[in-house]
């Protein structure tokens, strides 16, 4: 058994789009950096996101994260390719939740976030034959869109190589330990490597490595796996050319036009987020036939002409939802794992979030006063639902807009 004594460095495990953010931050900050992933850069969930970027969320804090995320996508040409495309997106609500939406719209706008009121005829502009049944305010961002997760979680890896990191790959990390000399990952071949301190970005699959590393069942993270299937279309004619994502609350669904041809459709039905599954089962990896004969009546119902479209294919991801649904950021010294950290509990944001995630984690790790920090990551802690201070929604009744 081999034993690398690199204490100064921070080791980061998982290399999805908020791993590899994180590991660009700490790069670009001069520290010392080492990435172990299982299989190979966003080979997990990142490769399976939707990947939209918007800025639509109502609470302030994740809201900002979304506003920092957003530019950031607009300017990634400094780090390498994003494949970020601005197609804008719509978000149509029922009167019963038309005030709501409209206090939303005002926080937003406070934020700096460019959220406009449109009537709900004007969605016609984008799509002729729209049916308008349930939308009765509007709001539309012109500068939201969509990016590539894989180029992204690349590019953002890639970079931190540039600036020095180590990336490991094709290697399990079986579980970690905290020892007078600093925390150490122990790989599945034996292997034990130190650092100063670790981070564990390893989406549903973190409370595994916890159990691993000696943590009792009563003490893992509140994190359950829940499966999230995607319909690809090809649009009809009429449907070409570059459109806004239509969200859909209303039919709890949504609607990515990605490029000129394909049209995306997924769930924002919260009962799918509390339908754990169990990740060491035989999970399919596209979506069942129930499924696709639910939601594609529903984008015909909303979009009659897609109701020529054709099934090109069918796609599962897994979400590590937290109670709240929103990130746990926090350390485990609490558990004997002193100067090792976690960051999941995504709960479906950690894409479009990715940035910010990778800044906050970034500040954490190198030990800077959270107050100074462009996100203070104390909300984040899991003590939150000991406490009651979950991080909660407007939406918590229309789907997972959150």
Not at 248 to 267: F, N, R, W
Not at 334 to 361: Q, T, W
Request: aromatic letters at 10%; glycine letters at 8%.
């Amino acid at each position: 058994m081999s034993k690398a004594d690199n204490s100064d460095k921070i080791i980061i495990v998982g290399a999805g789009s908020t791993g590899t953010s994180i590991a660009y931050h700490l790069a670009s900050a001069g520290r010392k950096v080492t990435v172990i992933e299982e299989n190979a850069v966003a080979s997990g969930n990142t490769g399976k996101s939707s990947a939209l970027v918007r800025t639509h969320y109502s609470n302030r804090i994740i809201a900002e994260m979304s506003l920092y995320s957003l530019k950031f996508f607009e300017n990634f040409n400094s780090i390498g390719y994003s494949g970020f495309t601005k197609t804008g997106m719509i978000f149509p609500f029922d009167e019963k939740y038309a005030d709501v939406a409209r206090e939303n719209v005002a926080m937003l706008r406070d934020i700096g976030i460019n959220e406009q009121e449109i009537a709900p005829a004007d969605i016609r502009k984008f799509y002729s034959d729209v049916n308008l049944d349930g939308y009765d305010y509007v709001t539309y961002e012109p500068d939201s869109g969509y990016a590539d997760p894989v180029s992204t979680a690349n590019s953002f890896m890639s970079r931190a190589k540039e600036l020095g990191a180590n990336l490991i790959l094709k290697r399990s990390v079986r579980s970690v330990e905290s020892t007078r000399s600093g925390p150490e990952v122990e790989l599945s071949d034996g292997t034990k490597i130190r650092g100063e301190k670790i981070i564990l970005a390893t989406n549903v699959w973190t409370n595994d490595i916890l159990a691993r590393s000696g943590i009792s069942s009563q003490k893992l993270l509140p994190i359950t796996a829940s499966m999230h299937s995607i319909i690809y279309l090809r649009r009809p004619e009429e449907y070409r050319g570059p459109k806004p994502t239509l969200w859909d609350p209303h039919q709890l669904a949504y609607y990515k036009m990605e490029g000129s041809t394909i049209t995306a459709v997924g769930s924002l039905d919260p009962a799918v987020d509390e339908r754990s599954v169990d990740i060491h089962s035989n999970l399919p990896e596209t979506a069942e036939q129930d499924y696709i004969e639910e939601y594609l009546p529903r984008i015909a119902k909303r979009l009659p002409s897609m109701g020529k479209a054709t099934l090109i294919s069918t796609l599962n991801g897994l979400y590590d939802m937290s109670p709240d649904g929103q990130v746990i950021c926090d350390d485990l010294s609490s558990e004997g794992l002193d100067s090792v950290y976690v960051f999941a509990g995504l709960s479906g944001h950690g894409f479009k979030l990715s940035p910010a995630y990778g800044r906050m984690a970034a500040d954490m790790l190198m030990g800077r006063d959270p107050e100074e920090c462009e996100f203070d990551w104390r909300p984040f802690s899991r003590d939150r639902f000991r406490t009651g201070n979950l991080i909660t929604s407007r939406y918590s009744e229309i789907g997972t807009i959150y």
